[in-house]
């Protein structure tokens, strides 16, 4: 099993590479000049030919793209990302970005995992009684709701018509006049209803995956076994079910990884939250390539980084697994 | 199965009940409208202004620069009017203004070749660094300055011979030939040297050393208020500098809150949490007017701003179908604006037609904009040989020739061939535009029943800008302008030097157009210059290069104690005193 | 081998299939059921089927066809001309002259800032959504399937290599993709589903690929290759119609995403062109105007989790089914 995981780790730079490769591709097919975007509508006898040579030469433009991309590759290997079109160094960009986005991801994650597990077990133990049916159907309901739509009905209720939570910004402007718990009741209210909207269908999504996980074990042999050994039912459950369906789950947890720093796009419009989708959806108006890049890169990272922290973690819990290197 | 039924009803239906529920608020009457004391100029008497009231305004993003040079939008350079202050502006009426607070004397020579400015004496920074020509000067050479992208550079500042410096306080600046345009290429933002000489020393291009950087978030201005804070994203502070030379800043802070959100912003301010707020679309502007919640608590604001929207034709040969005068003036009649503007925009917007408002002395107020008049039109498009074929589409013979000089035209030329042409043309607005998809889509039936098809195309914001201002590849797009200080500004747009690089969208040459604004530009008598750009406005129409649609107005809502507050050409902010003017009136209280 | 028939008795008689049922129906069947021309007439002496060509996406037939031409109108002048209409008489596309309008005997749910139908946009755009999320699953298919097959029977350095190669194209993050694409080329109905599909049949190859192992250790296939079928004759005889219900499930989830990604993504403005109807252009009329019509949201909210609801539950029902 470690020969596979050192073979995972090994692959994972050629994919990092293909997915930068493509990206710079795509950027460069596209129709816009970040230097006439710069340097935007001309005003009253602007000299527009001359504001964007020079903005061009500014961003570094004026170069071939083969050697841009090389520059860039470079940089980036030691984790510089170069600045940005506008001068701002992309890393500053993203490490503005990214405590709203780790709020957000974060959060959602342990809390769609609290919540899930023990919903999904419960489901799983009484399967086929009433209380599964309803929860199921809801959940599955909820499965079929998406954020960025959960999102705008609850502005419309909690924000609009009740007036109950703000629902744009991270937290009030004047967050640095507050005492730290203060500032944690601030970020509190201003993420409820952005978190809630991420994590209705999230959570919709893993305690379904739970249940059905648990539910495929129980159908095992072991587990009527075991209850005819006499075992509690709860031991049954957690003890021996779940363990056992530990493997599909931490699958889960693993492919759950990137979407913390993935942040809906359409979802960070809504609410105007500052994080990680929305500085791409900007870059990609402003054909911001840097920032670009190093969005798409740092997510592929991710991706790879949770399938293989996945796998280790179901070799940890499966002894069985290791066997099949 | 059949028990999930009820159960997906009774999910649905409190919400269908709730926020379904929007149409009460039409009985209740509006908030008071341009209330007199909102125009209040500030009162000589200083116990009667807030002065420790602090004013919280919003912007839709973050602001692209605090630096003037490379501030690129409206609202950036609202706030950073605010930081810098310079010795020339732009009035309420588009006048060039000369700031009294910085400067002494003004001086134009009898040729109109040179302008001598002389600063008042103790000029600070506000880092108590002393105020001289030497930082004009400085500017100056930045903005000559390849290496540095800055945004403001305009075209007649190649025409700018000498710029010296005889003593501390005295500029001189000769130019090569008189033009009307000599004075406005004057207006620019005045960096302090001192501060910024060594950082350009070691970063030419003044954006990315670490200096620099520093620098932005922490600028050294001259104007009524330094900045506090600056947290991109979020929020820019300013607060009052007490050594500001002209009159008192009247706020101790101003706080722009940045809420990309519109809906939030609406809330931001029902809630009491932003003193004014400018609202672009008119029924957010009623809904907010007839909001019971705002009783007596709010005020609107309308003015009007000599911002047009239209529809840019494209005739350089691209395709066949506006060519024809009769065509443009068709497609004129073809969309009844009138209506458009009582049921999408509510009343608020003003017919337009042409490009100078009719209260800017350019403008000739004998025209009127074109009627509705889809009978008018069908005759027009006969007249110009567009005739409705089998199908019901209009049709004609055109003769297009390839390659590079090639395109379309209507007579037949050598080595074009002849066509039969339907017209169906390609509308471009840009997406996500909801108010403008609306009248697209009304539009394009109307003129479907005129035998014309209108496909609607909606691009990304950056892909539809390139392509109306850059490559011009459309048949038919949505845009529009603002004001130029002086009408001969417009010459960018309407002239042949504006094709392709310029303003000129849609490649409208007409050589008569052309010979006016040079005779324009030649005047040097104000009252015969403007017979010259009234005639221009007939020609424009005869013409119709643009169809033009409206004046945007421009609406706000402020707390009920601001005043001073001023409309221009430009609305309430892009001109002086602008947000300068503002004052709160004591005693009255937020709310 | 199991046989059509049975598969669709089993379907019909799960709970579980039937709002999926009425929701393919619908979007299928949308131009008969509301359209602003009739399913069948007879005009100026000729038979005409309007329906017929709202539902083919043809341009109206004849007369109707004109440009500016009102059905209703020509219908009426037309003494020898009779006509059977749909339940309701709005079409998704044209312009009422009342704008905002609130729900009324003349429209069901009221009409949007354009003064389109809002009932018609929201049946229409059932089948809009539709349209993109079958064309998405075929891409997926053509994709996932064949490849996934080929891995799981190939075995060996071909599923290596295949195996690996959908790993790194899984770890692109694709929405971005297929967000950087439309913004660049413009709103497209064709374009739309093409990259939706060609951008997620993973999933469509891990479970093709899993099915072929799975299946391809059982006695029946390790009979047919020692009698000496060809592999190709193999999979599609043997192995592929074993697998379909669990190939299934994965497109099921795929087709109910893709609604999700279309809708979305037209609310952003590059998904379909605003003259189409869709549900995400009705959500961003209904955001614009959260503040002063609030009603927007909920014709186009409610369907459109109604519609992917009943993907999810016939996919769960197929799921299931495997047990």
Not at chain 1, 79 to 83: A, E, R
Not at chain 3, 269 to 275: A, D, H, I, Q, Y
């Given at each position: 099993m470690f020969r596979e995981i050192l073979k995972r780790l090994l692959l994972a730079f050629p994919t990092l590479l293909g997915v930068t490769l493509v990206t710079f591709l795509v950027i460069q097919a596209a129709p816009g000049d970040p230097a006439e975007l710069a340097a935007g509508v001309p005003r009253a006898g602007a000299d527009t030919g001359r504001i964007e040579a020079r903005l061009r030469a500014f961003m570094g433009l004026d170069r071939p793209p083969a050697r841009r991309y090389l520059e860039w590759l470079e940089k980036a290997a030691t984790?510089?990302?170069?600045?940005a079109l506008d001068g701002e160094p992309v890393m500053d960009k993203i490490v503005r970005a990214l405590p709203p986005t780790l709020i957000l991801g974060t959060a959602s994650f342990l809390l769609g995992l609290l919540f899930s597990i023990p919903l999904g077990v419960l489901g799983a133990s009484r399967a086929g009684g009433l209380l599964d049916k309803a929860l199921s159907n809801l959940l599955l309901v909820l499965y079929s709701v998406p954020s960025w739509l959960a999102g705008l009905v609850l502005i419309l209720l909690f924000g609009v018509r009740l007036g109950w939570f703000p629902f744009q910004g991270w937290r009030s402007p004047e967050w640095h006049e507050m005492t730290f718990f203060q500032s944690l009741l601030d970020v509190a209210r201003h993420s409820f209803l952005i978190l809630l909207a991420v994590l209705l269908p999230g959570l919709a999504h893993d305690t379904l995956f739970v249940r059905q996980a648990v539910l495929e074990e129980m159908d095992k042999e072991y587990v009527q076994a075991s209850r005819a050994l006499g075992l509690p039912e709860r031991r049954v459950l957690w003890g021996h079910a779940f363990r056992n369906a530990l493997v599909p789950v931490l699958t889960l947890v693993g492919v759950s990884l990137p979407g913390i720093l993935a942040g809906s796009v359409i979802l960070e419009q809504i609410f105007s939250w500052p994080g990680m989708g929305r500085l791409f959806f900007q870059a990609l108006q402003g054909r911001d390539y840097p920032v670009i890049m190093a969005v798409t890169t740092l997510s592929a990272f991710l991706v790879v980084a949770g399938n293989l922290l996945a796998d280790i973690l179901s070799v940890l819990a499966d002894p069985r697994l290791r066997r099949h290197g | 199965m059949i028990r999930r039924v009820p159960f997906l009803l009774l999910t649905l239906l409190p919400p269908l009940l709730w926020g379904g529920c929007s149409k009460q608020e039409e009985a209740t009457p509006l908030l008071p409208l341009n209330p007199p004391g909102l125009f209040a100029p500030r009162p000589k008497d200083p116990s009667k202004v807030a002065w420790e009231r602090e004013l919280v305004l919003r912007l839709p993003s973050p602001p692209s620069s605090l630096n003037p040079l490379f501030v690129k939008d409206a609202l950036s350079a609202a706030v950073a009017g605010l930081l810098y202050d310079s010795p020339f502006d732009v009035g309420p009426g588009m006048e060039f203004l000369v700031n009294p607070s910085m400067v002494e004397s003004f001086r134009e020579s009898p040729d109109g070749l040179t302008f001598t400015t002389v600063l008042k004496e103790g000029l600070k920074w506000q880092d108590g660094a002393p105020f001289t020509s030497e930082d004009f000067l400085f500017t100056f050479s930045l903005l000559r300055d390849k290496d540095v992208p800055v945004l403001l550079l305009k075209a007649g500042l190649d025409r700018v011979r000498k710029i010296t410096a005889p003593d501390a306080r005295t500029i001189r600046v000769t130019f090569e030939t008189p033009s009307p345009g000599n004075k406005w290429n004057l207006l620019l933002p005045v960096l302090p040297a001192h501060v910024w000489k060594p950082v350009r020393a070691g970063d030419p291009t003044l954006r990315k050393s670490r200096k620099a950087l520093a620098l932005a978030r922490h600028p050294v201005g001259n104007g009524p208020y330094r900045l506090a804070r600056f947290l991109p994203e979020e929020e820019v502070v300013l607060e009052r500098w007490e050594g500001y030379p002209g009159p008192r800043p009247a706020f101790r802070r101003i706080t722009w809150k940045v809420i990309p959100d519109r809906n939030a912003a609406l809330l931001a301010f029902r809630a009491g949490e932003l003193d004014a707020l400018r609202v672009p679309h008119p029924a957010d502007f009623l809904a907010l007017g007839r909001d019971r919640a705002l009783r007596g608590r709010a005020v609107l604001a309308k003015g009007d701003t000599w911002t047009y929207q239209f529809v840019a034709w494209n005739v350089s040969g691209r395709n066949p179908f506006f060519l024809d005068r009769r065509v443009r003036l068709a497609m004129a009649c073809s969309l009844d604006r009138k209506s458009a503007v009582e049921k999408l925009f509510h009343g608020l917007f003003t017919l337009c037609a042409g490009p100078f408002h009719p209260s800017s002395p350019a403008a000739d107020p004998s025209l009127s904009p074109i009627p509705y008049d889809p009978a008018r039109a069908e005759r027009l498009l006969d007249e110009a040989g567009w005739k409705v074929g089998p199908e019901g589409w209009r049709r004609r013979t055109c003769y297009f020739s390839p390659g590079e000089k090639g395109g379309w035209s209507l007579e037949p030329r050598p080595g074009a061939e002849a066509r039969k042409a339907t017209f169906s043309f390609e509308l471009l607005l840009p997406a996500g535009s909801t108010a403008t998809t609306n009248l697209a889509l009304r539009w394009k039936d109307a003129l479907a029943r005129l035998g014309i098809e209108a496909k609607i195309l909606a691009l990304e914001r950056s892909a539809f800008q390139m392509r109306v201002l850059k490559s011009h590849a459309f048949d038919a797009a949505f845009w529009a302008w603002g004001p130029g200080v002086d009408p001969y500004t417009s010459e960018d747009i309407f002239g042949s030097r504006g094709w392709p690089e310029g303003k000129n969208l849609g490649g409208f040459c007409d050589p008569l157009l052309d010979s006016l604004y040079a005779e324009g530009a030649a005047e040097r008598d104000p009252v015969l210059r403007m017979k010259i750009y009234r005639k221009i406005c007939r020609r424009i129409r005869e013409e119709q290069p643009y169809l033009f649609l409206w004046y945007l107005p421009d609406l706000w809502v402020f707390r009920p104690d601001i005043r001073g507050v001023g409309f221009g050409p430009r609305g309430a902010l892009g001109f002086s005193p602008g947000i300068q003017g503002w004052w709160a009136a004591a005693g009255e209280g937020r709310d | 081998m199991v046989r059509p028939r049975e598969i669709a008795g089993a379907v019909l008689r799960r709970p579980a299939f039937w709002p999926l049922g009425v929701y393919l129906f619908l979007a299928l069947f949308a131009p008969f059921l509301t359209l602003d021309q009739p399913i069948f007439c007879k005009l100026h002496g000729r038979y005409l089927l309007p329906a017929l060509n709202a539902f083919l996406g043809l341009p109206p037939p004849g007369p109707l066809g004109r440009p500016g031409a009102d059905a209703e109108a020509l219908l009426e002048k037309d003494p020898d001309s009779f006509a059977l209409w749909p339940p309701f008489r709005l079409g998704p596309t044209r312009t009422y002259p009342e704008v905002l309008a609130p729900p009324s005997r003349a429209h069901p749910l009221g009409t949007d800032g354009a003064g389109r139908d809002l009932f018609a946009q929201v049946v229409h755009g059932a089948r809009v959504s539709l349209f993109v999320a079958l064309l998405s699953g075929l891409c997926a298919f053509l994709l996932g399937v064949p490849l996934g097959a080929l891995a799981g029977s190939a075995g060996g350095w071909t599923d290596a290599l295949l195996s690996r190669l959908v790993e790194v194209l899984a770890a692109f993050p694709s929405f971005f993709l297929v967000l950087a694409v439309m913004a660049w080329r413009g709103p497209d109905v064709l374009l739309l589903g093409i990259l939706l599909g060609v951008t997620r049949w993973a999933d469509l190859f891990r479970f093709t690929r899993a099915e072929f192992l799975r299946i391809g250790e059982r006695e029946y296939v390790l009979a047919a290759r020692a009698l000496g079928m060809g592999p190709l004759r193999i999979a599609l005889a043997e192995i592929l119609p074993n697998a379909w219900g669990a190939i299934l499930v994965p497109l099921a989830f795929l087709l109910s995403g893709s609604i999700l990604l279309e809708a979305g993504l037209s609310w952003i403005?590059?998904?379909?062109?605003?003259?189409i109807p869709s549900w995400g252009h009705m959500l961003r009329a209904a955001h614009a105007g959260l503040f002063h019509a609030p009603h927007l949201l909920w014709p186009p909210g409610a369907a459109l989790v109604l519609a992917v609801l009943s993907w999810n539950w016939a996919g769960e029902a197929l799921r299931k089914g495997r047990r």
């Open positions: 984790l510089d990302f170069g600045p | - | 403005g590059l998904g379909v062109p605003p003259t």
